[in-house]
T-cell receptor, first 113, second 113 residues
Framework: NAGVTQTPKFRVLKTGQSMTLLCAQD?????MYWYRQDPGMGLRLIHY???????AKGEVPDGYNVSRLKKQNFLLGLESAAPSQTSVYFC????????????FGQGTRLTVV | AQSVTQLGSHVSVSEGALVLLRCNYS??????LFWYVQYPNQGLQLLLK??????LVKGINGFEAEFKKSETSFHLTKPSAHMSDAAEYFC???????????FGKGTTLSVSS
């Protein structure tokens, strides 16, 4: 059982480049999330989705876009990367019937130079 | 809006000593509360959760937490620390809509022999 899988695990970008982070879950969860983790800041919610075809903004959405075309996948896009987006990105998923455990991926370490 | 405050960004204990990690929450509705653990270079793993069934919640690895509404607290404890408990710990609260988790800034636990 793979759970939540994030691709890639590491990436270095130059300022202004674009990229897409892929999150895939095999637990048939309705809800999916993207967080970023920075030292001393904890995890901050970027965007989330409560079902296929839906997305919503979280606490820090600026500079990011997301898509949920398939229930099992949640994509996070950076159109024009900035050094301030250097972070560790975590995807998570959970059931929708009640607020149960959120399952996290292993993270993507992104460096923007 | 919901929020959590973790008191102490770094806690150090000796092996065998009591572990106490503090978390206070702010919520306008009865909250769902969670403790997650993150080992180095890994994703987050659920330790325990409070969903109003019982105020004293037992989790994995000997951890437990007590929900105290009068103090708006959900402190994490373990009677006897083990070296393997060294990690970063996050307290989280569900948002008002019950669709996403809001995390504290984390507490790093160090255990010395």
């Amino acid at each position: 059982n793979a759970g939540v899988t994030q691709t890639p695990k590491f990436r270095v970008l130059k300022t202004g480049q674009s990229m897409t982070l892929l999150c895939a879950q095999d637990m048939n969860h309705e809800y999916m999330y993207w967080y970023r983790q920075d030292p001393g800041m904890g995890l901050r919610l970027i965007h989330y989705s409560v079902g296929e075809g839906t997305t919503a903004k979280g606490e820090v959405p600026d500079g990011y876009n997301v898509s949920r075309l398939k229930k099992q996948n949640f994509l996070l896009g950076l159109e024009s990367a900035a050094p301030s987006q250097t972070s560790v990105y975590f995807c998570a998923s959970s059931h929708s019937t009640e607020f149960t455990e959120a399952f996290f991926g292993q993270g993507t370490r992104l460096t923007v130079v | 809006a919901q929020s959590v405050t973790q008191l102490g960004s770094h806690v150090s204990v000796s092996e065998g000593a009591l572990v106490l990690l503090r978390c206070n929450y702010s919520s306008s509705v009865p909250p769902y509360l969670f403790w997650y653990v993150q080992y180095p270079n890994q994703g987050l793993q659920l330790l325990l959760k409070y969903t109003s069934a019982a105020t004293l919640v037992k989790g994995i690895n000997g951890f437990e937490a007590e929900f105290k509404k009068s103090e708006t607290s959900f402190h994490l404890t373990k009677p006897s620390a083990h070296m393997s408990d060294a990690a970063e710990y996050f307290c989280a609260v569900s948002d008002q809509a019950g669709t996403a988790l809001i995390f504290g800034k984390g507490t790093t636990l160090s255990v010395s022999s």
